[in-house]
């Protein structure tokens, strides 16, 4: 069972998402609830193993998501952490990440999605709405690149931004007119000169270091 924790101020999105994650065949488990950020660090202080993926949402009183991700990915790594708001402004998108998110979930999302992200994200990939997705995008392109940045390719920068899009390596090829084994030699490159451990640290990399600018 994957083991989560939901943390928002309004008990009826928390009784709402509980609904979704806890039908049969989902193999979810809710093992806890909190109304804001310190509520959420307590419960995993006295609870310590006990929690795989941690939804919250964004805007809360007390301590809000980003400060709370932020923390938890410090004292609690093993922690994932998913964001699930209905804010969609660029700006979030990236202070979440930044933070530590693996996962950026907006709350009109259907069951489907909100499951699909959870078990992406507890397979140590990551997951993105495609709201949000588009705000990272908008935000990159008013951005210049950082010039320690290291240097890549045009077209691992095409493979990269496929990437974000959640496409697969059979769908990338097709969209490239290049093969499957072009497509995991790219991937296999932009690991090694990023030094990202998982597809989701790439992502990451490239987030923080506006890597879809001359795109």
């Given at each position: 069972?994957?083991?989560?924790?939901?943390?928002?101020?309004?008990?009826?999105?928390?009784?709402?998402?509980?609904?979704?994650?806890?039908?049969?065949?989902?193999?979810?488990?809710?093992?806890g609830?909190?109304?804001?950020?310190?509520q959420?660090?307590?419960?995993?202080?006295?609870?310590?193993?006990?929690?795989?993926?941690?939804?919250?949402?964004?805007?809360?009183?007390?301590?809000?998501?980003?400060?709370?991700?932020?923390?938890?990915?410090?004292?609690?790594?093993?922690?994932?952490?998913?964001?699930?708001?209905?804010?969609?402004?660029?700006?979030?998108?990236?202070?979440?990440?930044?933070a530590?998110?693996?996962?950026?979930?907006?709350?009109?999302?259907?069951?489907?999605?909100?499951?699909?992200?959870?078990?992406?994200?507890?397979?140590?990939?990551?997951?993105?709405?495609?709201?949000?997705?588009?705000?990272?995008?908008?935000?990159?392109?008013?951005?210049?690149?950082?010039?320690?940045?290291?240097?890549?390719?045009?077209?691992?920068?095409e493979?990269?931004r496929?990437?974000?899009?959640?496409?697969?390596?059979?769908?990338?090829?097709?969209?490239?007119?290049?093969?499957?084994?072009?497509?995991?030699?790219?991937?296999?490159?932009?690991?090694?000169?990023?030094?990202?451990?998982?597809?989701?640290?790439?992502?990451?990399?490239?987030?923080?270091?506006?890597?879809?600018?001359?795109?």
């Amino acid at each position: 069972m994957i083991k989560v924790l939901l943390v928002d101020d309004h008990r009826l999105i928390r009784d709402g998402i509980r609904f979704y994650l806890e039908k049969d065949g989902h193999d979810i488990s809710i093992v806890g609830e909190a109304n804001d950020g310190k509520q959420a660090l307590i419960f995993l202080e006295k609870n310590p193993g006990e929690v795989d993926i941690m939804l919250t949402d964004i805007s809360m009183p007390e301590m809000n998501g980003v400060e709370l991700a932020t923390e938890v990915n410090k004292s609690f790594p093993s922690v994932k952490i998913i964001a699930l708001t209905m804010i969609k402004d660029s700006q979030y998108v990236k202070q979440m990440l930044q933070a530590g998110a693996s996962g950026y979930l907006l709350k009109n999302a259907r069951e489907k999605e909100i499951v699909d992200a959870v078990k992406t994200v507890y397979n140590g990939e990551s997951y993105y709405a495609q709201e949000a997705t588009k705000a990272i995008m908008d935000f990159m392109s008013k951005k210049k690149q950082d010039s320690d940045v290291v240097a890549i390719s045009k077209r691992e920068k095409e493979v990269l931004r496929l990437i974000i899009d959640e496409l697969s390596n059979q769908e990338i090829a097709d969209k490239l007119f290049i093969s499957i084994r072009t497509v995991e030699a790219h991937k296999r490159n932009l690991m090694e000169k990023t030094g990202s451990k998982t597809l989701a640290g790439l992502v990451k990399y490239a987030i923080n270091n506006f890597l879809f600018e001359d795109l």
